[in-house]
Nanobody, 124 residues
Framework: QVQLVESGGGLVQAGDSLRLSCAPS????????MGWFRQTPGKEREFVAA????????YYADSVKGRFTISRDNAKNTLHLQMNNLAPEDTAVYYC?????????????????WGQGTQVTVSS
């Protein structure tokens, strides 16, 4: 099993930056891909970004491309999501996720492990 703990959410103004972190523990050697998803009330959870845990290759949703950066801190074995130029439409609960095989990065059901979520609120 893999446990994921997110941190770094908060309330910011439009145009500000925020960095989310996710610390995996447990059977971390089994992780193939880690990603970030987000969800707002009444909507389905949507893909934000993903990273190959071994090779570092990244993939982004069109809505965040150029503003968000997903990365891995190898020394601390921690996942980050740097979010710049935030907009009110970025307001959501952000979830860290991990899976054991590459598969389709965008498919939510392929991710076996999830964090508890962290709230990001962007005011206009």
């Amino acid at each position: 099993q893999v446990q994921l703990v997110e941190s770094g959410g908060g309330l910011v103004q439009a145009g500000d930056s925020l960095r989310l972190s996710c610390a995996p523990s447990g059977r971390t050697f089994s992780i193939s891909v880690m990603g970030w998803f987000r969800q707002t009330p009444g909507k389905e959870r949507e893909f934000v970004a993903a990273i190959s845990w071994s090779g570092g290759g990244t993939y982004y949703a069109d809505s965040v491309k150029g503003r968000f950066t997903i990365s891995r801190d190898n020394a601390k074995n921690t996942l980050h999501l740097q979010m710049n130029n935030l907009a009110p439409e970025d307001t959501a609960v952000y979830y860290c996720a991990a899976k054991n095989r590459v598969g389709n990065l965008l498919v939510l059901d392929e991710y076996a492990y999830w964090g508890q979520g962290t709230q990001v609120t962007v005011s206009s």
